[in-house]
């Protein structure tokens, strides 16, 4: 059986779900799943958790993510990236300051409120946003509150005096849920200049980042060596304080019994056998189930 998550470097023109398919079936897997979608044309890390790691894909999903992108001062579209209608065009005359485009980007830094696109997988009213633009049809997109830890310009811009243009390359660190092609539209907004996304490598997710990732033509075409490319469920509990179970403890804990354990940390990992068997959470004087993985073995 195998249990862990593989850490994809996805490709561009390539949905997360086309990933799955693909990996499902070469890996005669059925429990197999994405933590936290790419759009096609956005590439990097994808966390794919497989077996017993299906089960953290909503704990994955709270990890901050980091991106690395380039955006474009001068035009804007109605998807917020260069793949939609363009909807607004405005020649800078002179380009606009690294000093510049460092405040604006500071203003979008901590708790924000944030609009997404209307080409977004977000609901409303039972539908994807997508499906109301593809129709034509004009819907109020609800704001949600995301966190933006750091907004960073990476290099200095570069202005085209030619199409009037400028192309900024930067750096961010947010929290799930947040759009990166509306933080670069608002940033246009606060710089009153039209602005799009015109790349997006997403460099870390769910606590991996690109170092730990492989290409999928890479596993496809020896999927005997998956165990080469997995990463072990017991990395993605690095922090957490780890605590070896007894026999007997772990006799109770297959059971789902309640534990007193010598320690004040809020939530623990248990361990057996060389691997992480649960998560505890403590309530009141004992510790109790969060999270069971009984059937994850470490990989050798």
């Known amino acids: 059986m195998i249990n862990g998550i593989l850490v994809i470097d996805k490709e561009q023109n390539m ?3 086309d990933v799955v398919y693909q990996l499902r079936k070469a890996l005669h897997i059925r429990k197999i799943g994405h933590a936290g979608t790419l759009d096609p044309d956005v590439t990097g890390v994808l966390p794919i958790a497989i077996g017993q790691a299906t089960k953290l894909i909503e704990l994955m999903h709270t990890q901050n993510k980091k991106y690395e992108g380039t955006g474009i001062l001068g035009y804007s579209t109605d998807s917020y990236d260069v793949s939609g209608t363009v909807q607004e065009e405005q020649r800078l005359e002179q380009p606009i300051s690294a000093a510049e485009i460092k405040s604006a980007m500071s203003n979008f830094e901590g ?71 509306s933080l670069v539209n608002d940033l246009g907004s606060h710089l009153k200049v039209p602005a799009v996304m015109k790349s997006l490598r997403r460099m870390a997710s769910s606590g991996f980042d690109i170092s730990q990732s492989v290409k999928l033509e890479t596993v496809l075409a020896q999927p005997e060596q998956i165990s080469a490319f997995i990463q072990p469920i017991d990395v993605f509990f690095q922090q957490y304080e780890k605590i070896t179970l007894t026999p007997n403890q772990w006799l109770k804990v297959k059971n789902g019994n309640a534990l007193p354990l010598k320690t004040d940390a809020k939530v623990v990992a248990l361990r057996y056998n060389n691997s992480i068997k649960a998560i505890y959470q403590k309530k009141d004087a004992v510790y109790c189930p969060s999270l069971m993985l009984l059937q994850n073995e470490s990989v050798n």
């Open 111 to 181: 708790e924000i409120t944030q609009v997404p696109p209307i080409y977004s997988a977000v609901r409303v009213n039972g539908k994807h946003l997508y499906e109301y633009a593809r129709a034509g049809i004009t819907v109020e997109r609800p704001s949600r509150q995301v966190t933006v830890r750091s907004y960073e310009l990476k290099n200095e811009p570069v202005f085209n005096q030619e199409n009037g243009q400028e192309t900024f390359d930067f750096a961010i660190e947010c929290s799930k849920g947040t759009y990166v092609r």
């Open 15 to 17: 949905t997360s779900a």
